[in-house]
């Protein structure tokens, strides 16, 4: 009677990837990092590793599952503006400053690979959640903003750069360390940032009294944010701070939290200025001059993000299918099945590998010609693309995993909610296209930078000179060049992936990937691999050591 309703017994079901080091078992990551140069992290890379590998993904399950909430008033009514973040939230936001998401590259600056290094932080911590790297990013983005400003850095640079996460709503000078954010769109305006209307009125003091609004306003918590306003000069940054000295809040008004498709663990406002107290960084007129290094760091944090994503896809498909049986054997061992996965192994390692070049070139812009015109379009080239192959590339990813890849107990529905943000966030893929058509335009330097980097490989595969040969033709045509953008600019990235696999020392990875991607010899979903494409290789390579992790 006792064992009536013992209807089944629960078998062939894969365990949890948990407790695995996320930089161990990642070969693309550190031979990417190696090859530019990051390699001398590679000790807090594997103690971060652990971390993103190990607890650090419960805590983003919970954060995403108990979503902010927005308290305008406190009890007595006294108007407060504050988020309530769940304690798994604070626990994420603790790490991502400890281990250095937003403020590694600065602390080390000295050092050659600097920003790559970080980089490799930011995309461990991103494969935990991704909510979180948004404040991260941000306040990474804005420490060269602020230099415009010498006496507002001198005081903000510190807080900024300490590995000490402080959640207490506080005034800056009482904090043990800070974060910045950032709100620069506007409802009528949108990326068209000149047709904001937000207006800055100097004070006698030298200070700005902003009045207007911001239809995005990310993560409203932070201790200060990058503002762009309406001057006598015309569009002007300044820095708003969520407190003012004396202790009390500044006139930034939460409207409301938006509710959006995914990033459920980070909190995104909308909010209305009465009178803000800001300080200007940079100069009067030059709003967006200033913020421009700030938004090439933020652009290729999106391709870090989503490359991160990605990851965090392939590795969850090869777990799951290294341990379900179908049909007599285990998944990861039925051919159409290997398929698969190869290729998604295929097309993260290229993600990775460009997002680590640029990560470089980015680090090196302002101190060689080359690499400083090579960052200004291969940023936007790298934004586009990466950002664009995310979604597909994990929806197939939960296909791997059958019904279990669409329901929430598993970490593939956030991935796929969370991929789209990143080819929005810091310009649309139209404005990644137009950016890079300007940068050609009005900067030759950046083309002859970006044939030059494609140079390198030439040579080196059939499929690949053949395609750089037609590369500057399709730049001839400038009356339909605009028209074309997007499938001139999905070359370009395919190109400089390849140029990349192909200066590298796996002939047959780069062999494939002109094969497939450059020469066309691949359908329009993953799984289309040639029957000799190095299946084996790319899916060992992925899984790492995870699947022992049992």
């Not at 490359?307 to 998944?331: C, D």
């Not at 490989?457 to 605009?482: I, M, P, S, V, W």
């Amino acid at each position: 009677m006792m064992n009536q309703f013992n209807t089944h017994e629960v078998c062939n079901q894969p365990v949890a990837l948990e407790n695995y080091n996320a930089w161990q078992t990642d070969i693309a990551l550190m031979e990417a990092v190696a090859r530019e140069g990051g390699s001398w992290a590679q000790d807090h890379l594997s103690a971060f590793g652990a971390r993103t590998g190990g607890d650090l993904i419960d805590s983003g399950f919970a954060a995403n599952e108990n979503p902010p909430k927005l308290c305008s008033f406190d009890r007595y009514g006294h108007r407060i503006d504050e988020v309530e973040f769940h304690p798994a939230y604070h626990e994420l936001m603790a790490a991502g400053m400890e281990y250095g998401m937003s403020s590694f590259a600065w602390r080390h600056e000295s050092r050659e690979g600097a920003h790559v290094a970080r980089a490799a932080v930011m995309y461990l911590g991103s494969q935990a959640d991704a909510g979180f790297g948004c404040p991260m990013s941000m306040t990474y983005a804005a420490i060269p903003a602020l230099r415009h400003a010498p006496a507002l850095a001198e005081k903000w640079l510190p807080k900024l750069l300490s590995a000490q996460y402080d959640p207490r709503s506080l005034p800056m000078e009482q904090k043990t360390g800070c974060t910045i954010g950032m709100g620069m769109t506007e409802k009528q305006g949108g990326s068209d940032l000149r047709r904001n209307t937000t207006k800055a009125l100097r004070q006698k003091d030298g200070s700005y009294e902003i009045i207007g609004h911001k239809w995005f306003f990310s993560a409203p918590m932070c201790d200060a944010h990058l503002v762009l306003a309406q001057t006598e000069g015309g569009l002007s940054c300044f820095l708003v701070p969520r407190f003012l000295p004396d202790g009390t809040c500044n006139a930034v008004r939460i409207q409301r939290l938006k509710d959006k498709l995914g990033d459920w663990s980070n909190a995104s406002s909308e909010v209305e200025f009465h009178g803000a107290f800001g300080e200007l960084v940079g100069i009067e007129g030059r709003g967006i001059v200033t913020i421009l290094e700030m938004v090439a760091l933020t652009r290729l944090d999106c391709m870090i993000g989503s490359s991160a994503q990605m990851r965090q896809a392939v590795v969850q498909a090869i777990h799951h299918t290294s341990q379900r049986e179908a049909f007599g054997k285990l998944l990861v061992d039925q051919p159409l099945m290997r398929n698969v996965l190869a290729d998604l192994a295929l097309e993260s390692e290229a993600a990775i590998a460009l997002t680590m070049r640029v990560a470089r070139a980015v680090e090196m812009s302002g101190k060689d010609l080359h690499e400083t015109a090579l960052a200004r379009i291969a940023t936007a080239i790298g934004k586009y693309w990466i950002c664009k192959r995310a979604p597909v590339l994990i929806n197939e990813a939960q296909e791997c995993l059958g019904g279990i890849g669409y329901v929430e107990e598993n970490i593939l529905p956030r991935l796929y909610r969370q991929a789209p943000l990143n080819s929005i966030w810091e310009g649309s893929g139209n404005v990644q296209c137009l950016d890079v058509l300007r940068a050609l335009r009005k900067e030759p330097e950046t083309r002859e930078a970006l044939f030059a980097e494609l140079q390198n490989a030439a040579g080196k595969n059939a499929h690949y000179d053949a395609e750089l040969k037609c590369l500057a033709a399709r730049f001839e045509d400038l009356e339909t060049l605009e028209f074309r953008s997007r499938y001139v600019i999905e070359r370009l990235a395919l190109m400089l992936q390849a140029s990349i696999f192909l200066l590298g020392d796996h002939t047959d990875i780069a062999t494939e990937f002109c094969r497939s991607r450059i020469a066309g010899e691949h359908g329009l979903t993953f799984g289309t691999l040639s029957p000799d494409a190095p299946v084996a290789q790319l899916i060992e390579r992925a899984a790492g050591a995870t699947t022992a992790v049992l």
